[in-house]
């Protein structure tokens, strides 16, 4: 059996999830609502306060499936309850972030500043200008936001200059060595 997939997801107070024919979950809850098709082959089932889902046989697709569809719907699940955020850091002399309106404006040694719109269903806060917070329900969406972010100016081994996430660790390189 998978670890992941037989594990029944706890469904908290507040968050109702609903199950629509060819498996379209819809989780709604106090900070949004998400729906997501997931694959066909596994059975979603509610069962009072827990949602299960089982595979029909140990095929190898279908052993990937089973913990791919759970981790999907647990995903959903805190993101509408909790919700998701990544804190992204900026290092360099002259680098800094600022918000105007629902555009990010980017200060990154280029001769022109990087504009970057906020997606829909995602929240950037810049609490100061060498920091800035990637808000979300989606999980998916948080991510690809703060990595298309980091992506602008990635940081560099030698000096660690650039944007990078909180919790990251930049192996850094020795120089060169003159004589």
Not at 74 to 95: D, H, Q, R, S
Request: glycine share 12%.
């Amino acid at each position: 059996m998978s670890r992941v997939g037989k594990m029944p997801i706890a469904v908290p107070a507040g968050v109702t999830v609903e199950i629509a024919e060819n498996n379209v979950v819809t989780v709604k809850g106090p900070k949004g609502e998400l729906s997501r098709a997931l694959p066909k082959e596994m059975t979603i089932r509610k069962e009072g306060e827990e949602v299960i889902i089982e595979r029909p046989n140990d095929l190898k697709k279908n052993k990937a499936l089973h913990g791919l569809t759970r981790a999907l719907i647990n995903n959903m699940v805190i993101g509408v309850n909790v919700g998701f955020e990544k804190t992204l850091e900026i290092n360099g002399v002259g680098y800094r972030a600022a918000k105007q309106g629902n555009v990010l404006n980017l200060s990154l040694g280029y001769s022109h500043p990087v504009e970057y719109p906020e997606p829909e269903g995602i929240t950037i806060e810049v609490p100061d200008q060498n920091k800035i917070i990637v808000k979300g329900i989606s999980k998916e969406k948080v991510g690809q936001c703060a990595a298309e972010i980091r992506g602008f100016r990635p940081p560099e081994p030698y000096k660690g200059k650039g944007i990078k996430y909180a919790d990251e660790y930049i192996r850094r390189k020795v120089g060169k060595t003159g004589k």
